[in-house]
């Protein structure tokens, strides 16, 4: 019997990949979705104005496999907009955001689903560990570090992750599996920001459960085009975005703890922008400290020096 989307043993997985000028990988990434030894996908194709081959060859593979769906946008309008575009009209119960510069390893989604399965319906997320790879697909290392027996000190969160999320970065995005209702509350990524994965982990972890799968189930793309790399420079595009997220954070905060939390993300947040001379976002970042009731002695100095030089 062919799955469909009532199955039970088979929900629906829509895989959302998105491209943008990824011409050299964008065969591995969509040969990785071939490779999946679970039979109940639902595939969109979505091309963010590439300017190289990119629209060639996600063209050459919707042509081979009629049942994927393809958008291609007119102009570039980032990945928030862009997944959104293929969210709001797919049918599946769980969603990966995939960027075609990474890789599924074959098992990835029957794992996630397996996992699902298992969870009630308080959780919104399945992550997993994640191998980084170079342009030239050779593995690099691991996402989590692990001691000599394998173990992963401190393992990563699992269930009400809300105050870690606000703390710290450690969940690796391309590994994310999402539960459809999760992005229907959150009414999808937020249009307005320049990148997704921090405002998405915030809201998400207020009213869902998270759970970490100890495996690996996705190579990660490592390039000098990778967001990581161009983060925290003189006039980061997506540092005033990361602000906005966390002021949206201090509104959804319940607790000491969870405030205490966001407190140390900004603290970071407005050492990082100072080093790098964004010293309009390090006043902005030192005011929601004074919100936050959370000013330490380096705080008050780093805001001052930050409000004469911006």
């Not at 996600?58 to 102009?75: D, G, H, S, V």
């Amino acid at each position: 019997m062919k799955p469909t989307t009532t199955n039970p043993v088979w929900p629906l997985v829509t895989i959302v990949a998105l491209c943008h000028n990824h011409a050299p990988f964008v065969r591995e990434a969509l040969d990785s979705i071939l490779a999946q030894t679970y039979p109940n996908l639902d595939v969109w194709l979505v091309d963010d104005a590439s300017t190289d081959d990119s629209g060639a060859i996600l063209r050459e593979y919707a042509a081979a496999n009629p049942a994927w769906q393809t958008i291609f946008l007119p102009a570039n309008v980032g990945n928030c907009t862009a997944f959104n575009q293929a969210f709001r009209r797919a049918g599946g119960e769980f969603f990966i955001d995939f960027a075609t510069d990474d890789v599924l390893l074959p098992s990835r989604v029957a794992e996630q689903v397996a996992v699902f399965q298992r969870l009630d319906a308080t959780y919104g997320v399945v992550y997993s560990d994640a191998e980084l790879i170079d342009e030239a697909s050779r593995p690099v290392r691991h996402h989590y570090r692990r001691d000599g027996q394998g173990q992963l000190h401190p393992r990563p969160a699992s269930g009400p992750v809300f105050a870690e999320v606000l703390r710290r970065y450690f969940i690796s995005t391309p590994t994310m599996m999402m539960r459809r209702t999760a992005l229907e509350h959150l009414g999808g990524y937020d249009e307005t920001l320049a990148y997704e994965d921090f405002d998405f982990w915030v809201r998400a972890a207020r009213d869902f459960q998270f759970h970490f799968l100890d495996a690996v189930t996705t190579q990660k793309r490592l390039h000098p085009a990778s967001m990581s790399r161009r983060g925290y420079r003189p006039n980061d595009p997506f540092l005033a975005s990361t602000i906005r997220v966390c002021r949206k954070a201090l509104v959804l905060c319940r607790t000491p703890d969870e405030r205490a939390a966001l407190a140390e993300r900004v603290r970071w947040e407005l050492r990082q922008a100072v080093r790098w001379g964004n010293f309009r976002e390090a006043a902005d970042l030192h005011a929601l400290l004074r919100e936050i009731h959370a000013v330490r002695p380096l705080d008050w100095v780093l805001g001052k020096y930050a409000r004469l030089r911006k």
